[in-house]
């Protein structure tokens, strides 16, 4: 079957890396373990021969036909399917929180982090291998080159933690980057920084809106007076210059409370107005 370039189709072809991305998702025996793109079925035989189910979910018609021919249906499903549009939570009714894996579209790797953020729920755990330059982003550490907004966005869920990395000869065809494999345990952390999880998400936008921005400026970028700004900053603890890249997720927490907390804030977002409530 020819690839399809526009799919992100790059087939593992490396046996090693099958079983280590498999053996870190933990125990299998009698779970659901969802796969993302199973393309050919190189993760998906090794999924099925320790998992209680899997559900794979596979948008290309030819691939999502030859898994059927390829595997007992009794332990596979095969959903042919965009994956931004399955339904984790239905999923997980039948068997528990979900074990995910997936060797990623790399061409939709951020809404897939979205939408399973979205459904964290219906999850456990996710195994999924992303670009390097990608994986790097989701573990880095605030005040790293590579933290930002994707970054406390992810880890807001729960914490990821790169596992190997596979040069391009580790697929057919190689694609043009290397790829990294990371682990993401979901625990969402919104409720122990008491914060809710819609309006803290919308602050964070605009708290990372503009990278070269300090965190005070791009505050009164979002509509917050000058004063509200100063004033919550200090009593978060964080200095009048510092950018959102640099703070740690608690005191940005803390800053949300405090703005929230002050009458007459308003934070304009792309989408709406955020308003105390
Ligand atoms: N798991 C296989 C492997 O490791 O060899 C294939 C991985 S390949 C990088 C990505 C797979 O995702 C392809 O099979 C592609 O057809 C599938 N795919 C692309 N877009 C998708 C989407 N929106 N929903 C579900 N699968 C998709």
Do not use: C
């Not at 099958?18 to 998702?25: F, K, Q, S």
């Not at 990623?104 to 729920?121: D, F, N, Q, R, V």
């Not at 080159?145 to 580790?170: K, N």
């Amino acid at each position: 079957m020819p690839k399809k370039p526009k799919l992100g189709q790059n087939f593992l072809v490396d046996d090693e890396a099958v079983e280590r991305i498999v053996g870190a998702l933990g125990d299998l025996a009698g779970r659901t373990a969802v796969e993302i793109g199973p393309g050919r079925g190189a993760l998906t035989g090794a999924l099925a021969a320790r998992a209680g189910r899997v559900v794979a979910i596979e948008l290309d018609r030819d691939f999502s036909a030859g898994l059927r021919g390829q595997f007992d249906a009794e332990r596979v499903t095969v959903v042919e399917q965009d994956v931004l549009q399955f339904d984790f939570a239905a999923a997980a009714e039948a068997g528990g929180r979900l074990r995910v894996v997936g060797n990623l579209p790399y061409y939709i790797t951020s809404p897939i982090l979205l939408k399973l953020a979205a459904s964290h729920a219906a999850l456990d755990v996710a195994v999924l291998m992303v670009q390097r330059e990608v994986a790097e982003r989701v573990t880095a550490a605030p005040g790293s080159r590579d933290y930002g907004l994707l970054s406390v966005t992810v880890q807001m869920y729960g914490p990821a933690e790169q596992l190997f990395t596979l040069p391009p000869s580790a697929f057919s065809p190689p694609p043009k980057v290397h790829s990294t494999v990371f682990r993401w345990r979901f625990a969402p952390r919104f409720g122990e920084l008491g914060v809710d999880e819609g309006g803290f998400l919308r602050f964070l936008r605009q708290a990372f809106a503009q990278k070269r921005k300090t965190l005070n400026n791009n505050l009164r970028a979002a509509g917050i007076a000058p004063a509200d700004a100063a004033a919550a900053l200090e009593s978060a603890g964080i200095a009048a210059q510092a950018r959102a890249e640099a703070v740690p997720v608690e005191a940005l927490a803390a800053l949300w409370r405090g703005l929230r907390a002050s009458d007459g804030v308003e934070i304009r977002t792309e989408e709406t107005a955020i308003t105390k409530s």
